[in-house]
């Protein structure tokens, strides 16, 4: 199993431009997670999908998209790029969200700059 | 409204020692609660939790305190060794309530082992 995988692993975009940031899970996990991670600060919840076709906003939604068309790919959009999303980003998937371990499984990251 | 907080940015221990990392979170209805370790570069990897219904949990070197009156966690690291090196992120989230699996992460503290 890869796991959790991410794609690109850098990217610099101008302000204004939009990308997509991919995630993809082999895992079959129901449960998906995008999150920003800022110097010095913690994760902070973009987005999360409970399974595909739904999607909830997290704590920091502003300035980005998401969708959960299959299982395994939890793509996130931004439009108009702001220096204010330099950011890594993290997926992360997990299986149930009950039980003992909620252990969520993360990708790589993506480092992102907006200049 | 930081609702789960590591104070301590960083911590350096010897070989050998035990290292004590802390959180403390502000919802007492969190009841599970997760701690995460990072390489740089990396996406965080779960390394141990525990549910609200237990005090202690150990697994290992790694053994983790949860004081509910006090709204305090800690991970105690025994014996630290330098691949312990790393930014330790703690989790808690509403395992049994909720139906998302969202984890609140606190800002992270930055582990050194010194040979």
């Known amino acids: 199993n890869a796991g959790v995988t991410q794609t690109p692993k850098f990217r610099i975009l101008k302000i204004g431009q939009s990308m997509t940031l991919q995630c993809a899970q082999d895992?079959?996990?129901?449960?998906m997670y995008w999150y920003r991670q800022d110097p010095g600060m913690g994760l902070k919840l973009i987005y999360y999908?409970?399974?595909?076709?739904?999607?909830d906003k997290g704590e920091v939604p502003n300035g980005y998209n998401v969708s959960r068309s299959t299982t395994e790919d939890f793509p996130l959009r931004l439009e108009l790029a702001a220096p204010s999303q330099t950011s890594v980003y993290f997926c992360?998937?997990?299986?149930?969200?009950?039980?003992?371990?909620?252990?969520?499984?993360f990708g790589p990251g993506t480092r992102l700059t907006v200049l | 409204d930081q609702q789960v907080k590591q104070n301590s940015p960083s911590l350096s221990v010897q070989e050998g020692r035990i290292s004590i990392l802390n959180c403390d979170y502000t919802?007492?209805?969190?009841?599970?609660f997760l701690w995460y370790k990072k390489y740089p570069a990396e996406g965080p990897t779960f390394l141990i939790s525990?549910?609200?219904?237990?005090d202690k949990n150990e697994d290992g070197r790694f053994t983790v305190f949860l004081n509910k009156s006090a709204k305090h966690l800690s991970l105690h690291i025994v014996p630290s060794q330098p691949g312990d090196s790393a930014v330790y992120f703690c989790?808690?989230?509403?395992?049994?309530?909720?139906?998302?699996?969202?984890?609140?992460f606190g800002q992270g503290t930055t582990l050194q082992v010194k040979p």
């Open positions: 992360a998937s997990s299986y149930t969200r009950q039980g003992p371990s909620n252990e969520q499984f």
């Open positions: 895992m079959n996990h129901n449960y």
């Open positions: 999908s409970v399974g595909a076709g739904i999607t």
């Open positions: 919802n007492s209805m969190f009841d599970y």
């Open positions: 525990i549910s609200s219904i237990k």
């Open positions: 989790a808690a989230s509403l395992q049994y309530s909720s139906n998302t699996g969202k984890l609140i």
